[in-house]
C-alpha cells in the first residue's frame, strides 16, 4: 500500500514537471466571444481562429464558446476570473467593456486582463438618408445651432460608441441634438433608411451597399476609410474627433511572459496573412492592429474618454 | 433555437450548401414546434402557442395523428407561399418594410394586442391579469431609453430581459408534465388505440376545405414577417383570430377545430420566407432567425444588402429555391414518414415520457445561453404556470405581453423621442392612420354588425 502510494505520488509529481516543460499549448484554448453566434464579435472571432491555430503551431486547436450576455459582459467577466494559463482567451469590444466599469457594478477592471491584440477598429459615420435635405457635414450644424434640439439623430445604444461619438461631436461643435437610442444598430439603419429620424451614427461596415437610400456626411477616421472613400474625416471638416468600434482578444491578468509572447506573436503573424486581410474585407471588418501595450494605451486612452463623458453627461 | 445551435455547423460548407442547410432547418423547426404543441400542450417554439389552442384538444380526443397531419400539410403551404413571395416579390415588399417607423410600429403592436382580446376568452379579468404578468415580465432588463436597469435585481443575465423560450419552456411544458406524473403509471390505452389517424394520403384530398384558411393565413403570415420585430407568434395569433372570426361554427375553437391548427400553422411558416425579405434586400431582420440567418450570410463574405441581389444573384436566387423545395419536402418527409410515429411518443408509460420531457427541457434551456442561470428561471416560470393552471389563468395572454407589450412600449417612446414629445406624431402619417382605422375597426366592427343585424331582424319581424 505504502509502495503504492509513493509511486502514485511519484507519477503524479513527474506529471506535474512535465507539464510545466510541455510546450504551450497541451490542451485546447478556449475562445470566449460575449455574442450570440452570427453577431459582428462572432464572426471576426470564427474567421480569425483557423489562422490563429495556424500559426500557434504544434496542432493547437481553438475553441469558440459563445456566452451572450448583457453586450458581452457575461464573457469577459469569465475572462477576468479564468486562470491565466494561456487556455482561457476573450473577445474584447471598446469602448463597451470599459464604459461597463462606469454605469453598472463589474467584476474586473482595467488591469484584470493581458491584453493581446485589438484587430477591429470600425471608425463612427455621421450619416443622414438619401431623402434629407441636409448634404453636408457643415449644413448638420448649421441646422443644429438654427433649432437646437431640432435634429433627431439615431444610434443603436448608451453607453456605446455611436453615443460617446454622439457626446463629442455635440462638445466639440457645441450644438443639441436629440438622441434617438433604438438598442441596436439594425433598427437604427432602418430607421435612417426610411427617413423616420433626421440623422444617425452608425460605423463604416454598416453602410458597405446602403449608398442608394443612405448619405455618409463625415467618418470620424485619422484617414478616410476603403469602405467608404469618397468622405471626408471629421478632422478635415474641422471637427477633432476620432471615435469607433473597437474589437480585440484579451486574456485574464498574470500571463506568463513566455506564453503571451506566443499568443501575440501568432496574432501579429495572422493580421500579417494577406488571406486573413481578405477575409476581414469579405465579412466587412476594418482591420488595425494594436498589439500589447499599445492595445493597453489604446484601453486606457478609452477609458479616460468614457470617465470624462460619464462625469459630465452620465447617460443613466 | 434549433438554428441558433446548428449554425456554426454550417460555417464549414460552401454557401449555397449551408444556406440550404439553414433554410431547411428554418422550414423544420416551425413545423417541429406543431409537434409537442398538439400531442403534449407544450409549444416547441413561441410561434406554435396557437397550434395548441386545437391541436391539443384533438389529441385528446384521439385525432391528434389528423392534427399532425393538418399541421405538416398547412405548413409546407405556408412555406411555399412564402418563398413565392419571396421569390417574386422581394423589392417591392422590402419598400413596404422602410414606411414603418417607431410611431406605426408602436400602431402595430396596438392592433395585435387589440385583435387577440378576442383570444382571451373565458373570464376576461384573468385573461387581463395574465397579460398583465406577461407585460411586467416583458419590461425585464436594461431600458435601451435611459438605460437604466429594471427589475433585474443585480443579474447580469436578466440585462437583456428574459428570454422568450425560457418563459415558454417554463409556463407551458412543467404543468401537463407535472400532470403527466400525477396520473396513473399506465398509458392511456383506449385513446392510444384510436392515434392512427389512417393513412396520410387517404386524408390528403379531403382537407381541401382548408384552401380559404390557408390563403388567408399565408397573406397574413407574409405580411407579418416583412414588418420588422413581429415575428411568428405575431402571425399565427392573428391568423388563427381571423380563421375563427370568419368560420361558420366559432363555438367549437379551442375543443378540436382542425381548421384552427391549419391557420395556425400556415401562418407561422409563412412568415419564415417573408422575414428574410428585408433581411436579404436592406440588411433588416425581421425576426431573431433571420438575424442568425443574416450572421450566416456574413460568414461566408456575402454582405446582406441592396447589393446582394446584383453581385451574387445565383446565390440569392439559389437559397431562394432552396426555400421552395425545403417546404415541399417537408409534406413528404414531415407527413409520410414522421407524423404517425411521432404521434406514438403517446403510447410511452407515463413516467418515462414525463422524465424524458423534464430532461430535455432542462438541456434546451441550458443551451439557450450555456447558463443555469435561465435553467432556475424557467423552474420558477414553471412553479408560476403550474399555479396558473391550477387556478385557470389562461396561458396565451401571458405570451402575447412578453412579446408585445414591451415592443409596444418602446416604439411608443422612441416615436416621442424623435417627436421630441408631441403626441402629435402618433397620427401625422398615413400609415398610422391606416393602422389606427384598422384597430378602430377591429374594435368596433363587430357591434356595428351586431347592431345591423338585429336592426334588420326587428325590420322582418316588423315586415310580417
Known amino acids: 500500500m505504502n509502495i503504492f502510494r509513493t509511486a502514485m505520488f511519484a507519477s503524479a509529481a513527474a506529471l506535474v514537471a512535465s507539464a510545466a516543460l510541455a510546450e504551450y499549448p497541451e490542451r485546447d484554448i478556449e475562445l470566449l466571444v460575449g455574442f450570440s453566434a452570427g453577431g459582428g464579435t462572432d464572426v471576426m472571432a470564427r474567421t480569425l481562429e483557423p489562422?490563429?491555430?495556424?500559426?500557434?503551431g504544434d496542432?493547437?486547436?481553438?475553441?469558440?464558446?459563445?456566452?451572450?450576455?448583457?453586450?458581452?459582459?457575461?464573457?469577459?467577466?469569465?475572462?477576468?476570473?479564468?486562470e491565466p494559463d494561456g487556455y482561457t482567451i476573450g473577445t474584447y469590444n471598446l469602448p463597451g467593456v470599459m464604459a461597463r466599469t462606469l454605469d453598472r457594478e463589474a467584476d474586473y477592471t482595467a488591469d484584470s486582463f493581458t491584453y493581446l491584440a485589438n484587430v477591429v477598429n470600425d471608425p463612427n459615420v455621421i450619416v443622414t438618408p438619401q431623402s434629407s435635405s441636409i448634404t453636408s457635414m457643415a449644413q448638420l450644424i448649421e441646422e443644429a445651432e438654427a433649432d437646437p434640439g431640432a435634429i433627431t439623430m439615431g444610434i443603436s445604444g448608451l453607453g456605446g460608441d455611436d453615443h460617446f461619438m454622439f457626446i463629442a461631436l455635440e462638445d466639440a461643435t457645441a450644438t443639441d441634438f436629440t438622441l434617438v437610442p433604438f438598442g441596436s444598430s439594425a433598427p437604427t439603419r432602418t430607421a435612417i433608411m426610411g427617413g423616420h429620424v433626421a440623422a444617425g451614427i452608425l460605423n463604416v461596415s454598416e453602410i458597405?451597399?446602403?449608398?442608394?437610400s443612405i448619405r455618409v456626411l463625415a467618418i470620424a477616421s485619422e484617414e478616410s476609410s476603403e469602405y467608404a472613400p469618397d468622405v471626408p474625416t471629421l478632422k478635415s471638416e474641422g471637427i477633432d474627433v476620432v471615435n469607433g468600434s473597437l474589437r480585440g482578444f484579451v486574456a485574464p491578468e498574470g500571463l506568463s511572459e513566455e506564453v503571451e509572447q506566443k499568443l501575440m506573436d501568432a496574432f501579429r503573424q495572422t493580421f500579417d496573412d494577406p488571406e486573413f486581410q481578405q477575409a476581414m474585407r469579405d465579412t466587412s471588418n476594418p482591420t488595425r492592429l494594436s498589439l500589447g501595450e499599445d492595445f493597453r494605451m489604446l484601453n486606457n486612452a478609452q477609458l479616460e474618454f468614457a470617465k470624462r463623458v460619464w462625469e459630465t453627461s452620465p447617460w443613466k | 433555437m434549433a438554428i441558433s445551435v446548428l449554425i456554426p455547423f454550417t460555417f464549414a460548407f460552401e454557401p449555397l450548401v449551408a444556406l440550404g442547410l439553414m433554410a431547411g432547418i428554418y422550414n423544420g423547426a416551425m413545423y417541429g414546434g406543431a409537434i409537442p404543441a398538439v400531442l403534449l400542450r407544450i409549444p416547441g417554439t413561441p410561434a406554435a402557442v396557437a397550434t395548441s389552442f386545437d391541436g391539443y384538444p384533438m389529441a385528446q380526443q384521439g385525432r391528434g395523428g389528423y392534427a399532425l397531419q393538418v399541421a405538416v400539410v398547412s405548413s409546407s403551404i405556408g412555406g411555399i407561399a412564402s418563398a413565392l413571395a419571396l421569390m417574386l416579390l422581394a423589392p417591392p415588399l422590402a419598400r413596404l418594410t422602410l414606411l414603418f417607423g417607431p410611431s406605426e410600429i408602436f400602431w402595430i403592436a396596438v392592433f395585435a394586442m387589440t385583435s387577440?382580446?378576442?383570444?382571451?376568452?373565458?373570464?376576461?379579468?384573468?385573461?387581463?391579469?395574465?397579460?398583465?404578468?406577461?407585460?411586467?415580465?416583458?419590461?425585464?432588463?436594461?431600458?435601451?431609453?435611459?438605460?437604466?436597469?429594471?427589475?433585474?435585481f443585480g443579474h447580469l443575465e436578466l440585462l437583456d430581459g428574459i428570454n422568450i423560450v425560457v418563459l415558454l419552456v417554463g409556463l407551458y411544458a412543467l404543468p401537463p408534465v407535472i400532470d403527466?406524473?400525477?396520473?396513473?403509471?399506465?398509458?392511456?390505452?383506449?385513446?392510444?388505440?384510436?392515434?392512427?389517424?389512417?393513412?396520410?394520403?387517404?386524408?390528403?384530398?379531403?382537407?381541401?376545405?382548408?384552401?380559404?384558411?390557408?390563403?388567408?393565413?399565408?397573406?397574413?403570415?407574409?405580411?407579418?414577417?416583412i414588418l420588422p420585430g413581429a415575428g411568428g407568434s405575431m402571425a399565427a395569433f392573428l391568423s388563427y383570430n381571423e380563421a375563427r372570426r370568419d368560420s361558420t361554427n366559432p363555438k367549437d375553437w379551442g375543443k378540436g377545430e382542425p381548421e384552427g391548427v391549419a391557420a395556425a400553422e400556415t401562418a407561422n411558416n409563412a412568415d419564415t420566407a417573408s422575414a428574410l425579405i428585408p433581411a436579404l434586400t436592406l440588411g433588416i431582420p425581421g425576426t431573431a432567425v433571420a438575424a442568425i440567418m443574416l450572421g450566416g450570410l456574413l460568414v461566408h463574405g456575402l454582405q446582406p444588402g441592396p447589393m446582394l441581389f446584383r453581385e451574387n444573384p445565383d446565390i440569392v436566387f439559389g437559397f431562394m429555391w432552396q426555400f421552395l423545395f425545403g417546404a415541399m419536402l417537408l409534406i413528404f418527409l414531415g407527413g409520410s414518414l414522421a407524423t404517425n410515429n411521432f404521434a406514438r411518443v403517446l403510447l410511452l408509460p407515463r413516467p418515462l415520457l414525463g422524465s424524458i420531457i423534464i430532461a430535455l427541457m432542462l438541456i434546451g434551456v441550458y443551451s439557450i445561453h450555456g447558463r443555469m442561470f435561465d435553467v432556475y428561471l424557467m423552474l420558477g416560470f414553471g412553479l408560476v404556470g403550474f399555479a396558473m393552471d391550477k387556478l385557470d389563468y389562461p396561458l396565451p395572454p401571458v405570451v402575447l405581453g412578453v412579446i408585445l407589450g414591451a415592443f409596444a412600449e418602446q416604439n411608443l417612446r422612441l416615436a416621442l423621442r424623435i417627436g421630441r414629445g408631441d403626441w402629435s406624431i402618433l397620427w401625422t402619417n398615413t400609415a398610422s392612420v391606416v393602422l389606427i382605422l384598422l384597430t378602430g375597426a377591429v374594435v368596433v366592427g363587430p357591434l356595428v354588425m351586431r347592431t345591423i343585424r338585429k336592426w334588420r331582424r326587428t325590420k322582418n319581424i316588423q315586415g310580417e
Open chain 1, 208 to 212: 458597405a451597399g446602403f449608398e442608394e
Open chain 1, 51 to 56: 489562422f490563429l491555430e495556424k500559426y500557434i
Open chain 1, 59 to 82: 496542432g493547437a486547436n481553438v475553441v469558440i464558446k459563445n456566452i451572450p450576455g448583457a453586450s458581452g459582459q457575461i464573457a469577459v467577466t469569465q475572462v477576468a476570473e479564468a
Open chain 2, 116 to 152: 387577440v382580446v378576442f383570444l382571451l376568452g373565458g373570464n376576461p379579468i384573468k385573461g387581463l391579469i395574465s397579460a398583465a404578468f406577461g407585460i411586467v415580465v416583458s419590461l425585464c432588463g436594461s431600458d435601451i431609453i435611459t438605460g437604466y436597469d429594471r427589475f433585474t
Open chain 2, 180 to 225: 403527466l406524473l400525477q396520473k396513473s403509471s399506465s398509458p392511456d390505452a383506449s385513446k392510444a388505440s384510436e392515434l392512427n389517424a389512417g393513412s396520410f394520403w387517404a386524408n390528403l384530398p379531403g382537407m381541401r376545405r382548408f384552401a380559404k384558411t390557408w390563403a388567408r393565413s399565408s397573406v397574413i403570415g407574409i405580411l407579418v414577417g
